[in-house]
Nanobody
Framework: QVRLVESGGGSVQSGGSLRLSCTASGVTGTSDCMAWFRQVPGKAREGVASIDGYGGIYYANSVKDRFTISQDNAKHTLYLQLNSLSPEDTARYYC????????????????????????WGQGTQVTISS
């Protein structure tokens, strides 16, 4: 049974930083695809960043150069460093795991959409004020 628990959300002013953590238990292997998604009420959940155990990392264009995804396999913890935050980053942030990934098509990759991620945390709220 995979269980994901996020923490680290909060309220900060525009330009500030936060560090989100996701502690995983029951994850099958260090090469699994792990990802961060975010969602605001009334909108679809969007992929923010993903990482796999082979060093593959993906960022959505909206967060590239501002957010950094990383993982500590020894601690079974996934991180998301959020810098230069703006009110547009306000959302509930979710950690997700896809033990079937990464996938191969000329190179390894993780999915960037919620479909395929079978395991989810409860989310942590990030609120940015201007």
């Amino acid at each position: 049974q995979v269980r994901l628990v996020e923490s680290g959300g909060g309220s900060v002013q525009s330009g500030g930083s936060l560090r989100l953590s996701c502690t995983a238990s029951g994850v099958t292997g260090t090469s699994d695809c792990m990802a961060w998604f975010r969602q605001v009420p009334g909108k679809a959940r969007e992929g923010v960043a993903s990482i796999d155990g082979y060093g593959g990392i993906y960022y959505a264009n909206s967060v590239k150069d501002r957010f950094t995804i990383s993982q500590d396999n020894a601690k079974h913890t996934l991180y998301l460093q959020l810098n230069s935050l703006s009110p547009e980053d306000t959302a509930r942030y979710y950690c997700a795991a896809d033990p079937e990934g990464p996938y191969y098509s000329g190179g390894y990759y993780c999915l960037h959409t919620p479909v395929g991620y079978n395991y989810w945390g409860q989310g942590t709220q990030v609120t940015i004020s201007s």
